[in-house]
């Protein structure tokens, strides 16, 4: 089936959103800075924008995030940047420039729009995808792919990591999490 | 007409223990004027500077936050106006140097030379918006507008400036980022 026409409904493994948001607060991410992305839409942003935990700042255009979380690094406080894979590449120079270039702990969770989650990044149906984890390899930035349940155990450890030794991390979202 | 120069001349009386965000030429300018620890030069990606203004004057609400943000930089980052505006920091002024031109890359003009940065930012939902394009205007007004309650946006109208030296390497310095953290961390 293509992935255009998938719903939730034919993905038979389920991704659960709370526990991905459990190990945001455990990672001591504060602030969460976002452009919608619809396949973070609704089991991420809506219970992050009701959840007075975080301090969620709606932004207009993907790379003003990764400004605002280098501001945020230099007072101490951890940021989260959640954007579309489509965001991510378009916000190429400002991750190179601040994140890579100034060594600064940009956190970002990248929803991999129109990726079937059966197959890897690498091998998804869709170019703009299929590209991504080659580029973050090229900008030396350690990814991690959000999946399957498991997956979510990597999210604390990488963002302490990327905050303890100064680097930018990135977290691939390949399927919806679900609002449970 | 005014100078940048001579903008930051005047607004250089003022600053205690702010955090002056600058960048490019502005950033030149700026440092020409002294070193200081909470100079905080965001170079690296063009227009990002307001974003940088806005994560530091979130980060830090008990210290003012200044951005000295060239016209051209501004427009690669309208967005970030209504961003500003929303997230309504009330410690943060942003100065807008606007020369009409891209003075870093060859001094070519801006798409649009009678931009109306004020406007933009007054209909974004800034708390306050000025324009200046006479020096001793902006002397008497300059304490005024950088202890009101932000987001405040003033447009500085000044004449391009002649060549100048961009020392990148002295702006990236690692060191002036580990210190400006630094004394983040003790204030």
């Known amino acids: ?180 | 007409m005014m100078k940048r120069d001579e903008c930051f001349r005047v607004l250089k009386r003022h600053v205690t223990d702010e955090v002056v965000v600058a960048t490019y030429s502005s950033a030149v300018d700026w440092l020409a004027l002294g070193e200081r620890t909470l100079n905080y030069f965001s170079i690296g990606a063009m227009g990002l500077d307001s974003s940088h203004a806005l994560g530091l004057a979130l980060g830090r609400p008990d210290k003012r936050i200044i951005c000295l943000q060239g016209d051209g930089s501004l427009l690669m980052n309208l967005g970030s106006l209504v961003t500003i505006a929303a997230a309504a920091p009330k410690n943060l002024v942003h100065l807008v140097v606007q020369n009409r031109t891209y003075e870093a890359n060859g001094g070519h003009p801006i798409p649009n030379t009678r931009t109306d940065f004020a406007a933009m930012a007054r209909s974004a939902g800034y708390a306050h918006a000025h324009e200046f394009s006479e020096l001793a205007n902006f002397e008497q007004q300059a304490a005024h507008v950088l202890k009101q309650e932000g987001p405040v946006l003033a447009t500085l109208h000044v004449e391009p400036s002649g060549p100048l030296t961009y020392d990148y390497p002295k702006l990236y310095d690692a060191a002036r980022r580990a210190a400006i953290k630094a004394e983040l961390e003790k204030m």
Do not use: W
């Not at chain 1, 989260?80 to 894979?85: A, E, G, N, R, V």
């Not at chain 1, 030794?165 to 390949?174: R, T, Y």
């Open chain 1, 1 to 180: 089936m293509d992935a255009d026409l998938r719903t939730d409904g034919d993905d038979e493994i389920e991704l659960k959103g709370s526990p991905i948001v459990a190990a945001l607060k455990a990672g001591g991410i504060e602030y969460v800075l976002s452009v919608p992305d619809i396949v973070t839409s609704r089991g991420l942003l809506r219970p992050i924008a009701r959840d007075p935990a975080f301090k969620l700042i709606r932004v207009c255009k993907e790379d003003e995030c990764i400004g605002i979380a280098s501001g945020l690094f230099y007072c101490d406080k951890r940021a989260l940047t959640l954007i579309q894979h489509t965001g991510f590449l378009d916000s190429i120079n400002a991750i190179r420039g601040v994140a890579v270039e100034y060594a600064q702990p940009i956190c970002m969770m990248i929803g991999l729009l129109q990726h079937d989650p059966r197959t890897t990044p690498r091998n998804s149906p869709r170019y703009g995808v299929r590209i991504v984890e080659p580029i973050l390899d090229a900008m030396g930035i350690p990814h991690h792919l959000i999946n399957e349940e498991p997956d979510i155990t990597k999210i604390r450890p990488a963002i302490d990591d990327a905050y303890t030794n100064s680097h930018p991390v990135a977290f691939l979202v390949g399927r919806r999490p679900s609002m449970s």
